[in-house]
Each structure stands twice: as C-alpha cells, then as structure tokens.
C-alpha cells in the first residue's frame, strides 16, 4: 500500500502542465473559427469516434465522477440507483439523435431553443432559452465546485483556499471557451476522454483494488448497508429528472447538431453512452471503496465528499501517477464544464440576443459570444460559492428544467398536434409545480421533478389537443440522409 496523503512537486508540475496545454488548444482552434456555424456547431463536422468522446467526457463532468463518487461514499447504492435512469434516458437519446441530426441540417437549426422558434414561435422559444440559460450555468457552477474542491485539498502545500480554486476554474474555462468555441470545446474533450479512461477508470480503481488486497477482500470488508439497493421519494425525484432532462439537455442536442451526418450522431451518441454505462460501476467501486483505503472521515477531513475520488487517488498511487490521474480528473471537470458554457453563451447571445436583434452580424455575434464566455462564468462562481457540493448543485439546476422542458422537447420532434399555447403551458406548469414543490419543502419527501413533470404533461396534452385546430404549428418534416 502506497498510503501517502500530499503531493510531490512532480504531481503539481504535470497538473500545471495540463491546465497550461489546455489554454493552448483553445488559443491554437481560434483560427478554426470563420462564422458562427463553427463556433457553436464546429461546422457540423463531427464524425462517429470525435461524437463518442466528446459525448461520453460531457455526461462524466465532475458531479458525475466526484459527486457520484461522493454519493456512493455517503449514501452507497443510491449512486446507481440515481445513474441508471441517466444512461437510459441517454440510450433514447441516442435513438432519436439522428433525427435531430437531419432537422439541423435541412432547416438550419442549431440549438433547442432555435428549433422551438420554428415549430411554437418566439415566445415560446425566449421562456426555454431563459431556463437552458441558467439551467446550464447552474451546470458550470458544479463543475467550478468539483475544480475548487481539488484546488482546495491542494491548500496546505500551494496557500489556495476553496474560493481561489473556485476562481481560477472560472478562469480556466472562460479562455478557452471564449477563444475556440465548439471545435476548441470538442477537440479539448477528445484528449481529456482518453485522459479520463486511461488515468481514472483503469488507474485508479485498478490500484485501489491492488492497495485492498483484491476484490474477495474488498466484498468481505463492504458494508452491506452501502450494497443495498433501496427507493426514497428523494431518489425517485433524482430518478425522474435524469430521465426526463435527458429528452432536453441542450448540450447533446448541440452534439447532434454538431454531427456530420444523422449516422455520425447516432454512432456518436451510442457509444459514448455506451462507455458511460461501464464507469458507472466504476465510480460506485470508487466511492464504497474508500472507506477501506482512506476511513469514515472524508468529511471531515476535506469537508466535502466530494474529495473521495482525489483523496483515492493520492492514497494508493505513486508520484507521478497521482499528478497523471488528478490531471485526468480535471480533464473529466472541464470537458463538462466547457460544453455546458458554450450552450449557455450560444443561448444568451444567438436565441435571445439576435431574437431581439435579427440583424446582428456573424462578426458581432461571435464577438458577444466571446464576452459571454467571460461573464456567465462569473455567475457560475457565484452558485458554486454558495453551494459547496457538486451533485446537490447539479440536481438544483437540473430538476426545474427536466420538469418544465423535458416533454415539450420531446413534443417538438415527433408530436405534430403540439402547439404553442400547448408547450408555454406546459412549461410554465412544470417550472411552477417544481418551484413550488421544492419551496414547500417537497411533501412526503418526494423530489420536485415529479410533481413537476406531470403537471407538464397534463398542462401540454390538453391545451395542445384544445387549440390544435385553431393553433396549429409549423410541423418540421426531414427526409433521412445517408451515413
């Protein structure tokens, strides 16, 4: 066993190294950068394995390494019980991506919001950007917090506390997103997915298991309180909103719209849930296996669970490695971090501000996109100030928006009696019955997203089928492509 607790100034010169080189390849994709096609859907150039990669580093982020991790630690099997519904509901996903694929490129569509604009009308489309919007920046404040979270445990040697950590992920992500748009977001995601498997679900579980004694060790030692499958009302709201958020989650729609063709955005999608689906496991032996290796005091001793997966990996590998495999874990952060601004900025900047703006100009709106990047980061850093854990920052900005959106995305593709009375009633019950439930302090222990969900689904069904005749929609027909 391994067993030692600080860095060596080697591990903080290959974190260094990493953060450094991943400016770098947001400064080196500017040139890339000709129209706003390519910085918000890099052309639509990307093909099957480019898809995978990027798809599979955006679902991880860092709530769904270190705060999952954190999850099983604290609460065991609720870490799966909470992940299954996500690669499900990514598998649906996945199934319907290529006829978003086809959409984007017959009717010029770029974004959720956009396609709404074009089936419901303005009004419609500028209340679901207002919620992607900030839904998505809640996102980013997660990822901050995991960043400042590993910075902060890095406090003792480098003099950083968790607000510097906060404030130089903020920064981290800003230049990079800014400079390169969605080629440098997608291209940064390929070398930090491989990062990820290599230095984090090989790795670390491989040595974790090694410092146990082997996994007949590690079964006899497991608490059977953290192996045992169990439902709460709070796990049943968590559940329903990864299966209903993923209907809408505006950074795999862009994803599909990034892709070259509905073949390459099908591919993409299956894979890279595919390989999300194997860490799942992975994750859950990471969490559950710290006790043995690290103790009952994680909390305590970092003061967020959150730590579990760093502290693993500080624990049980070698000098070098360990820098290797924390670098892999920020790679896992920001390739998260980095998708989700993007959708942001493109949200703020193209659905809302050239709704309002029709004649803004590629130059201009690529320069607004630029200082959006700058901006919306900071109001990241605010959230994650304020909420110090990343899984409990990511299911507060996730369950309002599954609530209010996740049907009404769902309507726009395939039902053609879908209205726009329909979907604006439709969200506006779900965003107000998951607010409300959540501020009633969500009775009977029942998460909001499920209240809120169905109140959306009554809302949108029935006005839709009221005013179908009399408020028909622009039904966006595509015929299939090849690849």
């Known amino acids: 066993m391994i067993n030692h607790s600080e860095l060596s100034v080697l591990d903080l010169m290959i974190i260094g190294a990493y953060l450094v080189s991943m400016v770098a390849v947001g400064v080196y994709f500017v040139r890339r950068i000709k129209n706003v096609g390519d910085y918000y859907v890099a052309g639509r150039s990307l093909g099957p394995l480019v898809m995978m990669a990027t798809?599979?580093?955006?679902?991880?982020?860092?709530?769904?390494?270190?705060?999952?991790?954190g999850v099983a630690y604290s609460s065991g099997f609720k870490a799966v019980m909470t992940a299954i519904p996500?690669?499900?509901?990514?598998f649906i996903f996945s199934g319907v991506s290529g006829r978003i694929s086809d959409i984007g490129m017959q009717h010029d569509v770029t974004s959720i919001p956009d396609l709404f604009s074009r089936r419901f009308g303005r009004t419609a489309k500028v209340f679901?950007?207002?919620?992607?919007?900030?839904?998505?920046?809640?996102?980013?404040?997660?990822?901050?917090?995991?960043?400042?979270?590993?910075?902060?445990?890095?406090?003792?040697q480098v003099g950083l506390s968790y607000e510097a950590g906060a404030l130089i992920a903020c920064v981290i992500f800003m230049v990079y997103t800014a400079s390169s748009g969605l080629f440098g977001v997608v291209y940064t995601d390929v070398l930090q997915f491989y990062m990820l498997i290599l230095f984090v679900y090989i790795l670390i579980p491989a040595a974790s298991l090694r410092s146990i004694g082997g996994f007949s060790v590690f079964a006899a030692n497991l608490d059977p309180a953290l192996a045992r499958p169990y439902l709460d009302g709070k796990i049943l709201g968590d559940v329903v909103t990864y299966l209903v958020f993923t209907m809408a989650g505006a950074e795999m729609w862009q994803r599909a719209f990034a892709a070259k063709n509905r073949g390459a955005a099908k591919k993409g999608m299956f894979l890279g849930t595919a390989v999300y689906g194997v860490t799942i496991a992975l994750v859950y032996f990471m969490g559950v296996a710290a006790h043995q290796i690290i103790g009952d005091d994680v909390l305590a001793r970092y003061g967020n669970t959150d730590a579990v997966v760093p502290a693993?990996?500080?624990?049980?590998?070698?000098?070098?490695?360990?820098?290797?495999?924390?670098?892999?874990?920020?790679?896992?952060i920001m390739s998260t971090a980095d998708s989700y601004l993007l959708v942001s900025v493109q949200t703020c900047v193209h659905d809302i501000g050239k709704t309002f703006f029709p004649e803004m100009k590629d130059k201009t709106e690529i320069f607004l996109s630029r200082i959006f990047s700058i901006i919306l980061p900071l109001g990241a850093l605010v959230i994650a100030l304020y909420i110090k854990n990343a899984y409990n920052i990511l299911m507060f900005a996730w369950s309002f928006y599954a609530a209010a959106a996740g049907l009404p995305a769902f309507a726009a593709l395939y039902w053609k009696k879908a209205t726009a009375p329909g979907v604006i009633a439709g969200m506006a019950a779900g965003f107000a019955v998951c607010v409300g439930w959540k501020l009633m302090g969500e009775p009977l222990g029942l998460g909001s997203a499920v209240p809120g969900t169905v109140a959306c689904g009554i809302a949108l069904v029935s006005v839709s089928l009221a005013t179908c005749k009399t408020h028909p929609s622009v039904f966006l027909t595509v015929k299939k492509q090849e690849g």
């Open 55 to 69: 798809v599979c580093a955006t679902i991880i982020g860092g709530s769904g390494l270190m705060g999952r991790a």
């Open 86 to 90: 996500y690669l499900l509901g990514m």
């Open 128 to 156: 679901l950007a207002a919620m992607v919007a900030f839904t998505m920046m809640g996102t980013v404040a997660s990822q901050v917090t995991a960043t400042a979270t590993i910075i902060n445990m890095l406090g003792g």
């Open 312 to 332: 693993l990996a500080i624990h049980v590998l070698p000098v070098g490695l360990t820098g290797l495999a924390l670098a892999g874990i920020l790679s896992v």
